[in-house]
């Protein structure tokens, strides 16, 4: 008997139900946020994805998993609203119609939230090390924020590496963060092009950055890690190397395709 709602939840988590479009910003030129509503929904941990499905007018569908980007909120009817924030990749079935399609009033459909080994609460204290690939950064600002909402005094650094200056993903937001919290810092590569003023690194992610920029592993951080999967292996892997406790070293990662 005591199972029978918790079973009734997880149904209910993977009930596809209708999201409803209510503004959608860019971030990036190729980068945008889908502010949604989603009656019935009950809450999210950050670091959790939901799965969006398509389904055109031949009946035809496709389906892709997208992290959430906004911190969970307790409130109603907040807690009803939440972000997804989607790359447009050129070979895609999804994103294209996400970025370029969608409008406010129209809907999706979505389930979730899905996932609970790669989220983070505020009783899992720190500090935190994030490390960030791209759109990888997705799950980790939906960490970020929620520590911004009720635990800033929890130490984190966040490693986040782009092609681009313009398209590093939320940069003016992660530049504010910073500016109101002193026990946060962010760190950023560009792999690409840079400004000829920029000061940051200039190269991908390799040891010699991990070991510099993250806390030390007598620190004994809790390390998160989402990006390409090359990119997620190679760091993951140096991690380990210089001497982070491999199960506090927690992974996610996509395909060459994003999608």
Request: glycine share 8%; with cysteine.
């Amino acid at each position: 008997m005591t199972d029978a709602p918790q079973a009734t939840l997880g149904a209910s988590r993977l009930a596809w139900r209708a999201a409803e479009a209510l503004e959608i910003f860019s971030e990036t030129p190729r980068v945008k946020t889908l502010r949604l509503r989603v009656p019935g929904w009950m809450g999210h941990r950050p670091g959790q994805h939901v799965d969006v499905r398509l389904t055109a007018e031949d009946g035809y569908q496709a389906e892709r998993s997208y992290s959430i980007a906004s911190g969970p909120r307790a409130e109603m009817p907040q807690r009803e609203i939440i972000e997804l924030t989607v790359e447009r990749l050129g070979d895609g079935e999804v994103s294209p119609y996400l970025t370029d399609e969608l409008r406010p009033g129209d809907r999706i459909e979505l389930r979730g939230p899905i996932g609970g080994y790669f989220t983070w609460r505020i009783e899992d204290g720190g500090p935190l090390g994030l490390v960030a690939g791209g759109s990888g950064i997705v799950p980790l600002m939906a960490i970020l924020r929620h520590r911004a909402a009720a635990a800033r005094q929890v130490q984190a650094v966040l490693l986040d590496s782009s092609r681009r200056f313009e398209e590093i993903i939320y940069r003016k937001e992660l530049e504010r963060m910073v500016a109101e919290d002193s026990h946060l810092r962010v760190v950023h590569t560009l792999t690409r092009e840079w400004p000829e003023n920029w000061k940051g690194e200039r190269r991908r992610i390799d040891s010699a950055m991990l070991q510099a920029t993250l806390p030390a592993p007598a620190e004994n951080p809790l390390l998160y890690v989402c990006g390409p999967t090359e990119m997620v292996e190679s760091v993951a892997t140096a991690l380990v190397d210089l001497g982070h406790d491999p199960a506090r070293v927690k992974t996610e990662r996509f395909g060459p395709s994003g999608e």
